[in-house]
């Protein structure tokens, strides 16, 4: 079964860039999506098709998607950043969750 | 706005069938769109179940496949889950889900809140 892997967890200091990743084989085969999810809420749509921002994502959220892993960039990372991250992806008609990774804005 | 609520019991004994409601405002679900199962275990991570095109087509987990059936039901605006012999491994925070199925790269736009279902005796 197809797998993606995330780091458990990130630190990044307040104003600072934070790079999640999320690593499977040819991801950048597939489309890549990112959640956000804070403590006691359904998770978020953060990026979609790889890159792109729904309305009202701050733009400070990016995405990328090349060969084997999908980067989900913070710029100017924000306190009310802190969340887990998880990434998503289709493989046969399977959607696959990464496992999450905890931000921590220091 | 489109809001999702999980409805169904919070408790459910090891080797029966768990039984799930979502019920759908703000958006007909005979309009388009697919609606999935997501879980998410205490302190772990989110596992997709399933998904249902308004077909009535279904995808589930390979894991879970033969323990999953989600259904329509279009006059009441809500779809559901049902999981057969459930252990306590499935015990979790359900949550439903609208998926976006514009290609390429599906993905869920709107959940629900969450239900927590604990498998015990």
């Known amino acids: 079964s197809y797998e993606l892997t995330q780091p458990p967890s990130v630190a990044v200091s307040p104003g600072q860039t934070a790079s999640i990743t999320c690593s499977g084989d040819?991801?950048?085969?597939?489309?890549a999506c990112w959640y956000q999810q804070k403590p006691g809420q359904s998770p978020v749509v953060v990026i979609y098709?790889?890159?792109k921002r729904p309305s009202g994502i701050p733009e400070r959220f990016s995405g990328s998607n090349s060969g084997n892993t999908a980067t989900l960039t913070i710029s100017g990372t924000q306190a009310m950043d802190e969340a887990d991250y998880y990434c998503?992806?289709?493989?046969?008609?399977?959607?696959?969750f990464g496992g999450g990774t905890k931000l921590t804005v220091l | 706005q489109v809001q999702l609520q999980e409805s169904g019991p919070g408790l459910v004994r090891p080797s029966e069938t768990l039984s799930l409601t979502c019920a759908v405002s703000?958006?007909?679900?005979?309009?388009?769109?697919?609606w999935g199962w997501i879980r998410q275990p205490p302190g772990k991570g989110l596992e997709w179940l399933g998904t249902?095109?308004?077909?009535?087509?279904?995808y589930s987990n390979p894991s879970l496949q033969s323990r999953v059936t989600i259904s329509l039901d279009t006059s009441k605006n809500q779809f559901s889950l049902k999981l057969s012999s459930v252990t306590a491994a499935d015990t979790a925070v359900y949550s439903c889900?609208?998926?976006?199925?514009?290609?390429?790269?599906?993905?869920?736009?709107?959940w629900g809140q969450g239900t927590l279902v604990t498998v015990s005796s």
């Open positions: 889900a609208r998926q976006i199925v514009a290609a390429p790269g599906p993905y869920f736009d709107y």
């Open positions: 703000g958006y007909s679900i005979s309009s388009g769109y697919c």
């Open positions: 249902i095109y308004l077909s009535g087509i279904t």
């Open positions: 040819k991801l950048g085969d597939k489309y």
């Open positions: 098709q790889d890159t």
């Open positions: 998503q992806a289709w493989d046969s008609n399977t959607a696959v």
